[in-house]
């Protein structure tokens, strides 16, 4: 029943104090030195090469090393059966609220445009107004959004949020599927996207969206990178549809050098560090999955591998 760590050797060192704390005296592997693979009962993944999952003859859940699961679920070799556990970690949730009232508040504050002007030289005021007279919509009403809304509304603003079944949530104004979300572009004067990577969410935030939004909304992508298109997000801040963009995630990972996101004046790259998995906290959840498991327990937060999420 031994559990294998596959990751990035940065990831392994990183790791390998707070695993080995969690599971004193268990059979632990360490990508890339796996040993037997028979032995192996599960696995904690990130970016698992295709194939390695299925070569794990007896191989009984996988949990992913992130919130995501997309890096898994792309594997065509996948073996069909096997649970997969996404991570929901109250720490990490916290990082990415930090994060979306940080980049909130910079579009909010007109903070891009502040730059611009300094790099000038240029004192100048902008009108203000205050976060209540802010709309704010959320794609991806899940664990994130949901956290974030209420950071957000504790703040003061106002906030919407949609998903895929348009879930009540209370205190928020709520949209649901394909036929809800012209409802929630209309009023978002900042969008924040914290969706699932999914077939249906491939290519969500493009032109035909940025058109929807109130002209010269602000834009947050801490989802992933593939669902922006991104000629249309140039065309759109080109166009003042959109006055600014932060990015967090994207297409190709590191950003190649050279890509124009990096020196746009009106878009803020982060190295997709809104919220990282944290091995102190995450270590302890891995641990409570597996030992509701062994003892015929439900588990938490198994995905769905039809809904891809
Ligand atoms: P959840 O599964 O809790 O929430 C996903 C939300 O997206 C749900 O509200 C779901 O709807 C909605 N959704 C899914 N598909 C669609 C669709 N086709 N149309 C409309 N809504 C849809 O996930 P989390 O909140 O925990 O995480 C969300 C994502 O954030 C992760 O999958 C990952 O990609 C990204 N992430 C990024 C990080 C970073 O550092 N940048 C860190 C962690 C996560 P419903 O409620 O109806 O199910
Ligand atoms: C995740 C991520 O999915 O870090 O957890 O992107």
């Known amino acids: 029943m031994a559990i294998l760590f596959q990751s ?5 060192a990183r790791w390998r104090p707070f695993l080995t704390a969690a599971w004193p005296g268990r059979d632990l592997r360490f ?3 796996i040993g037997d693979k028979p032995a192996i009962s599960y696995a904690l993944a990130w ?3 295709p194939g390695l999952l299925a070569s ?3 191989l009984r859940l996988i949990l992913s090393l992130g919130a995501g699961v997309d890096h898994i679920l792309r594997d065509p070799l996948l073996p069909l059966g096997v649970p997969i556990v996404r991570l929901v970690d109250p720490y990490m949730t916290q990082a990415m609220s930090e994060y979306v009232a940080l980049q909130v508040l910079r579009l909010h504050r007109q903070d891009f445009a502040y730059r611009a002007q300094q790099a000038m030289g240029e004192w100048r005021e902008l009108t203000q107004n205050n976060a209540a007279e802010r709309t704010v919509g959320i794609l991806g009403f899940g664990q994130l959004g949901q956290d974030a809304a209420r950071l957000l509304k504790a703040i003061g603003f106002d906030v919407a949020g949609w998903s895929r079944s348009g879930r009540t949530v209370p205190g928020f104004v709520t949209f649901g599927g394909v036929a809800g979300l012209d409802a929630l572009l209309r009023r ?3 969008l924040v996207s914290l969706l699932p990577m999914t077939p249906e969410t491939e290519g969500v935030l493009n032109a035909d969206l940025f058109a929807r939004l109130p002209r010269g909304a602000g834009l947050v992508n801490a989802g992933r990178g593939r669902q922006l298109v991104e000629v249309d997000l140039l065309a759109a801040l080109d166009s003042g549809q959109l006055s600014a963009a932060v990015l967090d995630v994207f297409r190709d990972e590191p950003l190649p050098p050279g890509h124009l996101f990096w020196r746009h004046p009106r878009i803020i790259v982060t190295p997709h560090v809104a919220a990282e998995t944290h091995p102190p906290t995450a270590s302890a959840i891995y641990a409570q999955a597996i030992a509701d498991f062994e003892a015929g327990r439900p588990v938490a937060n198994v ?3 039809q809904r891809g999420y």
């Open 8 to 12: 990035t050797p940065a990831s392994v």
């Open 31 to 33: 990508w890339p030195e």
């Open 47 to 49: 970016h698992p090469a």
């Open 56 to 58: 794990l003859p007896n």
């Open 188 to 190: 978002s004067e900042i």
């Open 303 to 305: 995905i769905d591998p």
